[in-house]
């Protein structure tokens, strides 16, 4: 992925992240239903992605096509997506559906990291049934069979799955891209494990814990960082002392070495 879609993509995220986080699957489906807009039409994905076009133009046009059909919070995060720069004009498809997942995402995390763990593994076992027959995947990649047909045949393949991780199987099996609805599957279980970190708090130590003192760091970390976490607790006795607890892209380091690399740094300044 280019830089200068990175960089947007990442913007984007940062600024939406209350409205992603309180988006439902509605928001989900009607994003998936614009990215099949422009996945069909190589004019628009050029307008809407033109750099010689004002920012305003841009939302402009994506309001006169989407506007009063869908949702308010799927008309802010369309909005947020022309309005940057991208790369390719590929690239803000593929950032629709990003951000499509992520708000499916966003519902099994409500669960906590079981609701994460649930979506992860429908869609694993999905995965490794269709794996596992070549009959399936000539049924799921068979350009004469209807939409409806497959959704039917991944619902029997897939009875346990819940809605988010049923609305990304139906995605896959029915508009994959380019891709085959294994690989899409695939792409999509990254995006949940990404998101998984920001469950799992790792926690470097200099001597082994005890029981308790694990429970009450749980607890204290929980309260930091507004959420329950799972600790994987490590022991490595180059920190020196002091704790590094680092939850997703977010890192608490108050070890000894970090704080004598720091001095020596002033000192050498």
Known sequence: MAAVTTESLASVQKELAPTLAQAD????????????????SA?????????????GDRVAMVRSLFGGK?????????????SRRWSKERDLGDAVETLAVVVVVVQAE???????????SALLDFRRTVASSHE???????AQATPEAKQKLAAQLSPEAGAEARLLIDRAVTSPRGLRPA?????????????????????????ELDPSSVQRL???????FGRELKLDVVV??????????????????STMVTKLNDLNRRLAS
């Open 218 to 224: 749980g607890a204290s970390l929980d309260r930091y």
């Open 136 to 142: 399936v995947q000539r049924a799921l990649t068979d």
């Open 70 to 82: 869908v949702k308010a919070t799927t008309m802010e995060i369309l909005d947020a997506l022309v």
């Open 25 to 40: 699957l509605e928001v989900a489906r009607e994003l998936f239903a614009v990215l099949d807009v422009l996945d069909s």
């Open 43 to 55: 004019g628009l994905r050029r307008s809407l992605t033109d750099p010689s076009r004002e920012a």
């Open 183 to 207: 690989q899409l599957i695939e792409r999509f279980i990254e995006q949940i494990a990404a998101r998984q970190q920001r469950w799992i708090a790792l926690v470097t130590v200099a001597k």
């Open 110 to 120: 409500r669960e906590g990291l079981a609701g994460l763990e649930k979506l992860e």
């Open 236 to 253: 490595d006795p180059a920190v020196v002392g002091g704790i590094r607890v680092q939850v997703g892209d977010e890192v608490v380091d």
